[in-house]
């Protein structure tokens, strides 16, 4: 359903009527499209619609919040908000933000939101056929899906905050099976886009199929010390571990292996880090954040020197620093917390990217890691990690033999201060993005 502007106005006079002294509504409309396939047949079709809003209050300090998906429970969402406020401490730095003026951002696809069932289930299947066209070892499709979503937000608040935007998100992802000689391998590949035209259903099925067979045949290999290839999905998982590093909530509660390193050399020269909320047709991108603050490219590591953190409204002020428009909210019943929008990992200025097709010569000697199993079970605070992979092993700058039940260990700093190149592939997986990394040595134990 449309937003009623009129409505969120409403409820933020309530809510001053009923004491409050400032006040925020957050509306959400959504609807999506989900579609998987299975030997060319649907095996699951999902189609939802959604609508909610949250209503934030401070009244003398003291915060309270309350939400419904419910246009009639206006009164008692009110209500709730305003009475939570009575049982909550008071925090000096809790503060609405003041408006501003956004760039414009253009995030809706009339493609997208015109895709009804029959042109998501041919798009699925289209990718199925491609994945099995592509290698004749490709014994079955797991999994192979396409999600089709259109949304509208408006945020609102008492101090004249007015801001809102709608936007579209489309995504492709399949899991392929390979067989051989008795052997069998998983390939599984993403793509995601704001637009249609940003993902190639055909493409992203061609190169599930071909990770899977090019693990075919893997064996075990001895443990050793040696440099890395991690693939773009690898090296972006993780980044998305070191992205809980540079929140300042995680930073401010002493939860961040970054805390109190502003300004030092911390990763490897050749590389930055970049937060950019105005990238064109990423999923992270949005003319606001979650609180409406302008979103804006923010770089945190700048040649290995960390530069900053990322912030919403709370954080900035509890370090007297502005917000980052990083606010962050899982859904309407949600309060804002810190999130990144697009995250990527780039070469430094000055440095040159490696081809993707230069990477094997590139390191003479070593591991492509293709697959981590595990990285989510790094340790976020200590930045300690160790994770299964598979890959193929590298000799005179040629692959002769894929990998399996090898296991890399180490910490997350460590890893990206050995960061030796980058490769031309960047690639988005969500809000995350990286390319291949080469690295300079590490252990790999049988």
């Known amino acids: 359903m449309a937003i009623d502007h009129g409505f969120g106005e409403d409820i933020l006079k309530r809510a001053l009527r009923a004491g409050a002294d400032q006040a925020e509504i957050y509306i959400r409309s959504a609807r999506g499209l989900t579609v998987e396939v299975k030997d060319r047949q649907v095996d699951a079709l999902k189609s939802s619609r959604s609508f909610g809003y949250g209503l934030r209050v401070l009244r003398k300090g003291c915060p309270g919040f309350s939400y419904s998906n419910l246009l009639d429970d206006a009164d008692t969402v009110v209500r709730n908000a305003v009475a939570a406020a009575a049982y909550a ?206 979103s804006r490219k923010k770089v945190l590591f700048d040649c290995g020197v960390l530069q900053g953190f990322l912030h919403n409204t709370y954080t900035g002020r509890k370090w007297a620093v502005p917000s980052t428009g990083n606010a962050s909210r899982g859904g309407y019943a949600s309060l804002p917390a810190v999130g990144i929008s697009n995250l990527y990992l780039e070469a430094a200025s000055g440095e040159t990217l490696i081809p993707r097709q230069a990477l094997a010569a590139s390191v003479g000697t070593g591991l492509h890691v293709l697959d981590a199993m595990g990285i989510h079970t790094a340790n976020p605070v200590s930045g300690d990690y160790s994770v299964g992979v598979t890959g193929l092993w590298i000799e005179n700058g040629v692959p002769v033999y894929p990998v399996k039940e090898a296991v890399i260990s180490g910490n997350i700093l460590e890893l990206f201060s050995s960061i030796d190149a980058v490769a031309d592939d960047l690639k988005f997986y969500g809000g995350i993005g990286c390319a291949s990394l080469v690295i300079r040595e590490m252990n790999i134990s049988a």
């Open 89 to 294: 401490d008071s925090d000096v730095y809790l503060e609405l933000p003041d408006p501003s003026n956004p760039s414009a951002l253009v995030l809706q696809d009339p493609e997208v939101e015109a895709t009804k069932e029959e042109e998501a289930i041919r798009l699925a299947v289209l990718m199925e056929d491609a994945a099995r066209s592509a290698d004749s070892r490709v014994s079955k499709i797991r999994k192979a899906s396409g999600s089709f979503a259109s949304a509208e937000l408006l945020i609102m608040n008492s101090k004249k905050v007015h801001a809102g935007y709608c936007s579209t998100a489309c995504s492709a992802q399949i899991t392929v099976i390979a067989e051989d000689k008795g052997d069998a391998q998983a390939g599984f590949e993403y793509s995601g886009s704001r637009f249609l035209r940003g993902i190639s259903f055909e493409e992203t099925g061609v190169n599930a199929a071909r990770h899977a067979c090019s693990l075919l045949g893997a064996r075990k290999f001895s443990a050793r010390r040696a440099p890395v290839i991690l693939e773009s999905s690898v090296a972006a998982d993780f980044l998305g571990i070191l992205s809980d590093a540079l929140s300042a909530d995680y930073a401010q509660k002493g939860k961040s292996l970054l805390n109190g390193r502003q300004g030092n050399s911390i990763l490897s020269p050749r590389i930055s880090i970049v937060d950019d909320g105005q990238l064109p047709g990423m999923l992270g991108s949005c003319p606001v954040d979650d609180e409406g603050v302008p």
